[in-house]
């Protein structure tokens, strides 16, 4: 017994030396530098701004793929990728301009819809310019289901005031299209009349359609650039309407300012639940922008929205100016934005390019930029 508890005792007193000659060690061991301090792995599910060049970008996902849709010149082309952050793969040309007609030149701004069992390509082209006083809007349709298959040219739209005749129309550019209440809608920029100068006032006019391809009714003007957030040293304008929904609520986003200077910025309308949409006084119109330039990112505008591969965020994607330098050379940026308690969209501010963001919920493993 007087021996076990001798080696006990002694085991006790060497772990005791060992520990007091560890931390002796540690006391005369300098500091670890900066250098030398262990780092964690840096994220690898990050991403950065911008996604490409570019402009005016309609994105929309469907069955697990976003489609991005562009004009190049006097061409429509359709991408398509998994990843919201990788836009720029698998490009199809859809469409090319006649080289006659009202459409022959100046493509602008084409977004891609799937109503029914096909999809329809709205685009705003005109003769010639500048002065691009002869923009109209157009309408293409898939032949199939297949959003980067064969398509043929509906023609234009209607966007004047005398629907019984067919005459008189009106130019407009940036038409897009809503299904509200089980009716389909149409929403564009445009002019109250057609002039020889393209420095005119722009407003945002709706009109009811009868199908995808077909306008149904004199257009109406929902509002004009008539607040002084919306008001710019150049020209007054409000373009590139875009409908948000959320929990049974809808939201028109729309740029205003010269899309051409640093200002530009995205404004809101807000739809009174039931009300009806050709109504102007269905809408509220935002306070303020809701979205502007910051010190770094200039000229954010003309957005589209969609969601993350897994559907559980909401992103925005639109384009900024590249210098301060007036303009239209722009980039293509995205990132995600919230919801307030009262069912509005919260945008935050743009963020600067090069500054790392958390991909998409889902997208993890897709590779990275």
Known sequence: MRTRVARLTIRAALLAASLAASLAACARRPPMSPATTAVAPAAVCTFTNPLGEGADP????????????????????VHRSPSLTTLEQNGVRIWAAPDTGWNRSNVW????????????????????????????????ESV?????????????LYTGDSIATRTGNRWAIDLTVQEIGGQLYAMWSGWARDTTSDKTPQALYAARMSGPTEIATN????????????????LDLEE???????????FVVYSTRESWLPDYRLGMLTLRPGADPLDPGSYEKSAGPVFTRTAKTLGPGHASFTTSPDSTESWIVYHVKRSTKPGWERVIQ?????????GTPEFGKPVAAGERLARPAGECGMGSR
């Open 58 to 77: 309609w994105v929309v996902r469907e069955n697990g793929q976003y489609y991005l849709v562009e004009s190049r010149g006097r061409e429509i082309w």
């Open 109 to 140: 701004a084409p977004e891609l819809h799937h109503i029914g069992a096909h999809w329809y390509v709205y685009y705003a082209a005109g003769r010639a310019g500048p002065p691009y006083t002869s923009q109209r809007a157009g309408v293409l």
């Open 144 to 156: 199939g289901d297949d959003p980067q298959g064969a398509y043929v040219d509906r023609g234009q």
């Open 219 to 234: 257009r109406v003007r929902i509002t004009a650039p008539t607040a002084s957030w919306e008001r710019g040293p150049k």
């Open 240 to 250: 590139g309407p875009e409908f948000l929904t959320h929990a049974g609520r809808t």
């Open 334 to 342: 995205a990132q995600r934005f919230t919801w307030n308690a009262d």
